[in-house]
């Protein structure tokens, strides 16, 4: 066996094949053998599927969508296992096991996801999790994990609008709040003053443009903005008050702190939300309650 430390001629680089390393592909079943299945790809390039991940009824001529990656012998591999991150990818990831040249993380297939010590912030332990980016290594082509997350992140100004929805993966968290990946691609921070529910490293949460800086990075809120805000609440404390006997003891007067422990949102939504329906007549309101009418 030849060790990625060994090899000196690189595998061929993913803009070179049309069959993606370290990606999920639509392949075709071209032959059966008694190990598995050769599945192909539009340009006949061939990779085994071993017998283990084949699904059930699969014959010559089938659509396959499998995950293509190197086995332990460095040859290309196909499996129907589903990664928990694929190339390009940022994602949490747990340390499986580490040896003298790195981590090794699991990310769903049998062989784990390598990040040498070169790419590690500080030095990984074992079943410790960290937010990595996967990638093809540069001189190797083979795959690999970083955690030196900023120098994957896109540094092109982003195209959103105030309000827009967007996947954020919370990254770590600092004196001012949380940095988050904003859709696999930006530096965005969600602000500890905008936070009315606990969030944790490696969370997937949707959330909301607050805005776009200067620097192109981006002010997130975790809750939809504006008007789009208080009506969504408004319907949400509806709907609780109908299901816990119509009242409520928190009111225009309430603790900020009561209220983001009880429904996760600010005072000025909530208050915002109350005043909604108490002009559809909907409820009464109080200093310190809130009652259906």
Not at 5 to 31: A, C, D, F, H, Y
Not at 108 to 129: A, H, T, V, Y
Request: hydrophobic content about 35%; aromatic content about 10%.
């Amino acid at each position: 066996m030849v060790s990625w430390k060994q090899r000196k001629k690189p595998l061929t680089s993913n803009s070179e094949r049309k069959m993606i390393l370290g990606k999920i592909n639509r392949l075709t079943v071209k032959k059966r053998v008694d190990f598995g299945l050769y599945l192909a790809d539009d340009k006949g390039e061939e990779v085994l599927l071993p017998k283990r991940y084949v699904p059930q009824g699969s014959q010559i001529g089938d659509s396959i969508d499998a995950l293509v990656y190197l086995d332990e012998d460095e040859k290309l591999v196909a499996t129907t296992e589903k990664p928990l991150a694929q190339v390009g990818d940022f994602a949490y990831l747990q340390v499986a096991w580490v040896n003298q040249y790195g981590a090794f993380l699991k990310w769903g297939p049998m062989k784990d996801l390598f990040c040498p010590f070169r790419e590690q912030k500080m030095r990984m332990e074992i079943g410790n999790s960290y937010i990595v980016h996967v990638h093809i290594d540069e001189e190797s082509y083979r795959l690999m994990a970083s955690a030196k997350i900023e120098k994957f992140l896109d540094t092109e100004m982003p195209d959103y609008r105030h309000g827009d929805e967007v996947e954020a993966l919370v990254w770590q968290k600092t004196e001012l709040g949380f940095k988050v990946i904003v859709d696999n691609r930006y530096a965005g921070l969600v602000y500890k003053d905008q936070i009315f529910r606990h969030i944790h490293t490696g969370d997937r949460l949707t959330a909301y443009i607050d805005q776009v800086r200067d620097d192109g990075k981006l002010d997130i809120t975790l809750q939809p903005t504006g008007r789009q805000q208080t009506e969504q609440f408004s319907a949400q404390l509806l709907e609780w008050l109908r299901k816990n006997g119509g009242h409520c003891d928190l009111g225009d007067k309430s603790p900020a702190e009561e209220i983001a422990e009880k429904f996760a949102v600010s005072k000025k939504t909530f208050k915002r939300a109350i005043g909604d329906l108490y002009k559809q007549r909907l409820v009464t309101i109080t200093d310190h309650s809130v009652t259906l009418v």
